[in-house]
C-alpha cells in the first residue's frame, strides 16, 4: 500500500492543477538515460541493471519506489511511498527539484508545495486504520 506522487514538468506560472487547460502538454522530463543518470547520482536512487527505469531510495521508515517508465522522452516520474515519517518529504521535493518537475499528490490532486505534507499525514492515519498499527513500521510498511 502506498501514498502515491507523481512528478511532471509544468510551465512555472500554474500554481495549482485547476490552472491547467484542457490542451495542457507537460513539459518533458528529458531523456530516459539522462533522467535515471539524475536520479543514481543526485538523489541516490538506487535502479537495477543497465536500462532498467525502476528504482528505490530508503530511509530508517520509508521507502520510495520511482519507476521512470519508458516513454522517451520522459513525461513523468511516478513515485510510490511506504513507510512512516516526514523525513520522506524532504526527499520528495529533492527529487522533484532535481528534475525540474512539480510533486502533485495523487491522493489530493494537489500540488505538493515545499513545507506541506500535503495528504502524507492522512493517508498514514487511513492505512494504519485499515491494515492496523505497527508500532515500528519499516520501510516497507
Known amino acids: 500500500m502506498s501514498w502515491d506522487v507523481f512528478l511532471v514538468g509544468f510551465p512555472d506560472r ?18 530516459v538515460d539522462e533522467v535515471v543518470e539524475r536520479l543514481r547520482t ?5 535502479f537495477g541493471p543497465r536500462g532498467s527505469t525502476g528504482g528505490a531510495v530508503e530511509g530508517d521508515t520509508w521507502s ?13 516520474v511516478m513515485l510510490c511511498v511506504r513507510g512512516a515519517g ?3 518529504l524532504a526527499v520528495i521535493h529533492h527529487i ?5 518537475c512539480v510533486a502533485i499528490d495523487c491522493s489530493s490532486g494537489e500540488i505538493l508545495r515545499e513545507g506541506s505534507a500535503g495528504s502524507w499525514h492522512d493517508f ?10 505497527t508500532p515500528n513500521r519499516g520501510p516497507h510498511g
Do not use: H, N
Not at 543526485?42 to 538506487?46: K, M, Q
Not at 520510495?64 to 513523468?76: A, F
Open 96 to 100: 522533484a527539484r532535481t528534475l525540474g
Open 64 to 76: 520510495i519506489e520511482v519507476s521512470v517508465g519508458r516513454d522517451d522522452p520522459v513525461k513523468g
Open 42 to 46: 543526485d538523489c541516490a536512487v538506487e
Open 124 to 133: 498514514q492515519q487511513w492505512r494504519d486504520r485499515a491494515i492496523g498499527p
Open 86 to 88: 516526514d523525513e520522506v
Open 14 to 31: 500554474v500554481t495549482s492543477v485547476e490552472q491547467l487547460q484542457p490542451d495542457f502538454r507537460e513539459s518533458p522530463v528529458g531523456p
